[in-house]
């Protein structure tokens, strides 16, 4: 996707409405639909009705970089996506860099309005289904293809890009992995199928579907944006494992309301966002019946979901941000009320908490909702290339002040990361870059019931959107990753290698056996090569990895062989 601011500066807007008035005391209206049309093209840096970075894809990682080699101006990564504003600052890149003079950095004369680059994939796994960070789009074993492509416009500080995605998945069988179920319950996941939708496979036959992929109408207005949208969100520092919310799954619908852009107050930079949103399961999930919470085996299917997210930059230390998210999954009772509006705001222990009204199988009403919270921070060395970032998470509340105390590692979740790009010339630079995230139990859960990691009850989604995950693709309960790339960056494209690394349902090791088992976790490995290479009007984009992995104690290691191939056309 290209860098593209998706409003009108409102500068723009000035400018042209005092040059008009000039031209029209001048003479005439012919002049003044010149001198509009001519300030359009000469101020705008970018094509101003694009729409926006879509967080996690291509352009964020790229442009990401720039920041770390002080090509764009410091500021805060840990809120995504950017708001017009944001986007309007990081598209004034300093001097020379690689994918300078291609197409993503072009304006052209579309200012009101643009077609998006049209994005075909095809994608095939030998084995198993594999693949992350893709937003809707599920790879199951077999062929896969997807299609993304729409079109944006802006004027003034309003915006719209619709940018849906239609994916097919051929979604052969392959062996499952047991779980007691019968039915359409044998395609649920092997070790929590009552406790999360998270399917194995999608059914017994191909999968197909629609989603509106990073679709969003927004306003941008004197410090404040708003919207709708079915964009992905990523909170956080992370590039591959976010803890909480990223592009694994399809972007939950939702509204939003925040600062328009990092704002000054004094002593630093801060910025905030609220988001409330209706989520949706997929058709293998555990909970059945009515969208609405009838009581603790029906759940309903549908759930709300509320969410803050702030971010700080102090003034004394030029490139870091520090920054804090809460997410909540809540029961749906057909209605939006003043109880749910307050959850991102309420106490961060359960003492604080007010007791609610015992239902029916629930002995308190803050059962019916799931806290996922985590503390971040990145710290850019400016004009180094090299940054580093960390987060810890926890899911729901700690109990009390001596129970956060005693026991942090309580339900914890933590990733940590760095980056350091290499410059070579003006027109190429390496990179390398690694992270890792625990979830795993640990050793308290031998004493102490331990929640567990993207799971809950009685609302029995998980931290999930139509049977993804919305955070780091690693599985759930106990769960653990890590990712080495190197990176090359130059005029024809990208490359990536990569080493990847995930540790599943660890906990077995701690509760099920009396010693440590090699054979108790779910363990995959794989290395795989990436490949962007720009062309005229398209981009040919492409990769290959191999996964050895062993999804249950009583399964061989398996081998998966993933290709893909892709077309981004952009034409004018």
Do not use: C
Not at 67 to 86: D, H, I, N
Not at 275 to 289: H, I, W
Not at 329 to 352: D, N, T, V, Y
């Amino acid at each position: 996707m290209p860098i593209y601011s998706n409003r009108v500066p409102r500068n723009t807007i000035r400018t042209t409405i005092r040059k008009a008035i000039r031209a029209a005391l001048a003479g005439g209206i012919g002049l003044l639909v010149m001198s509009q049309t001519a300030i359009a093209q000469s101020e705008s840096s970018v094509a101003g009705a694009r729409g926006g970075i879509p967080a996690g894809f291509e352009l964020d990682n790229y442009v990401r970089y720039l920041q770390t080699l002080g090509k764009v101006p410091l500021g805060a990564w840990g809120l995504r996506p950017f708001s017009a504003p944001e986007v309007d600052s990081l598209s004034k890149i300093s001097g020379a860099h690689p994918w300078r003079r291609t197409w993503m950095f072009k304006s052209d004369s579309a200012h009101h309005f643009s077609v998006l680059p049209l994005a075909a994939n095809v994608g095939f796994n030998s084995a198993f289904p594999w693949g992350s960070n893709d937003g809707a789009v599920w790879a199951g074993r077999g062929v896969t293809t997807s299609l993304q492509g729409g079109v944006a416009a802006a004027w003034g500080p309003i915006s719209l890009v619709l940018d849906p995605v239609v994916f097919s998945a051929q979604n052969s069988s392959f062996k499952l992995q047991p779980n007691g179920q019968t039915g359409n319950g044998r395609f649920a996941n092997g070790d929590f199928p009552s406790e999360v939708d998270l399917p194995q496979r999608f059914g017994d036959g191909a999968y197909s579907r629609f989603d509106w992929g990073q679709s969003t109408l927004r306003i941008d207005w004197f410090g404040v944006s708003a919207g709708v949208s079915t964009a992905n969100q990523y909170w956080g520092p992370a590039t591959v494992f976010p803890v909480i919310l990223g592009n694994n799954a399809a972007g939950i619908p939702h509204v939003f309301v925040g600062t328009e852009r990092p704002t000054n107050i004094g002593i630093g930079k801060v910025q905030a966002r609220v988001v409330y949103g209706l989520e949706r399961q997929s058709a293998f999930s555990p909970v059945v019946g009515p969208d609405t919470f009838t009581d603790a085996n029906h759940a309903g299917t549908k759930r709300f979901m509320s969410g803050l997210v702030v971010t700080f930059s102090p003034a004394p230390i030029p490139g870091l941000e520090l920054g804090a998210a809460r997410f909540f999954h809540q029961a749906w009772f057909g209605r939006i009320g003043s109880a749910e509006l307050k959850s991102p705001f309420e106490g961060i222990l359960k003492s604080s908490l007010a007791r609610g009204v015992a239902l029916p199988g629930i002995d308190d009403k803050d059962a019916l909702k799931n806290q996922l919270a985590s503390l971040f921070g990145r710290w850019v060395l400016p004009h180094s290339g090299f940054e580093f970032y960390a987060e810890y998470g926890h899911e729901d509340h700690n109990a009390d002040i001596r129970d956060l105390q005693s026991e942090p590692d309580h339900s914890r979740i933590a990733m940590v990361g760095f980056r350091k790009a290499f410059v070579t010339s003006d027109t190429t630079f390496h990179a390398l870059r690694a992270e890792y995230i625990d979830g795993t139990a640990p050793t308290l859960n031998r004493h102490r019931d331990e929640g567990l990691i993207y799971v809950h009850s009685p609302l029995r989604q998980g931290h999930t959107e139509d049977g993804q995950l919305l955070g780091a693709d690693i599985g759930v309960g106990s769960p653990a990753g890590a990712q080495v790339a190197w990176e090359s960056y130059s005029p024809s494209g990208r490359s990536t290698w990569y080493v990847q690394r995930i540790v599943d349902n660890n906990q077995r090791t701690l509760t099920a056996f009396d010693f440590t088992s090699t054979n108790a976790s779910h363990l995959s490995a794989t290395i795989g090569y990436e490949r962007h290479r720009f062309g005229p009007v398209a981009d040919l984009t492409y990769g290959v990895s191999m996964t050895r992995g062993k999804r249950d104690v009583a399964f061989p290691v398996e081998t998966n062989i993933n290709a893909t191939i892709g077309i981004v056309a952009h034409l004018r």
